[in-house]
């Protein structure tokens, strides 16, 4: 596999990522957090579907189909996340808490693609300029 395929199977993972955050917030409860982490949430949404439609876009330049691409990542940490939102025994303190860290997770790791996406993106750039 050479920088460009390492590139495009990096950015369907990018879209799944992002594709999978957007579909599970769409319909996701967060009436029990405080306003200031609603608009945290909010704002990390709105990354996200800006993201999902650019590297969309990009995927289609490339001539890269994602398919059905999924993160099993993602798809751990938005279980633990309805797993916390569906639970009864926790006081509201500690369910915004446990819901921030585990958001907070979720949120480290999309940037940490997005970093490597940049990584790579130099990497062919040194590439063809050389």
């Known amino acids: 596999m ?3 395929e390492l590139l495009g199977k990096e950015l369907s993972n990018l879209y799944a ?13 967060i009436s029990f957090l405080s306003e200031r ?3 945290i949430l909010e704002d990390y949404l709105k990354l996200s579907c800006k993201n999902e439609v650019e590297i969309a876009e990009t995927l289609r330049h490339i001539n890269v189909n994602p ?13 633990n996340l309805h ?13 915004q808490l446990s819901y921030m ?21 130099n990497e ?3 590439k063809k300029a050389s």
């Open 17 to 29: 990522i992002s594709k999978q955050v957007n579909n599970y917030f769409n319909d996701s409860d």
């Open 2 to 4: 050479n920088k460009e």
């Open 83 to 95: 797993e916390i939102i569906t639970q009864n025994g926790y006081k509201k303190d500690s369910k």
């Open 67 to 79: 398919g059905n691409t999924t993160d099993s990542i993602v798809n751990e940490i938005t279980e």
């Open 37 to 39: 982490r609603k608009v």
């Open 101 to 121: 860290m585990s958001l907070n997770r979720l949120i480290s790791y999309h940037v940490a693609n997005i970093e490597n996406i940049g990584f790579l993106l």
């Open 124 to 126: 062919v750039e040194i």
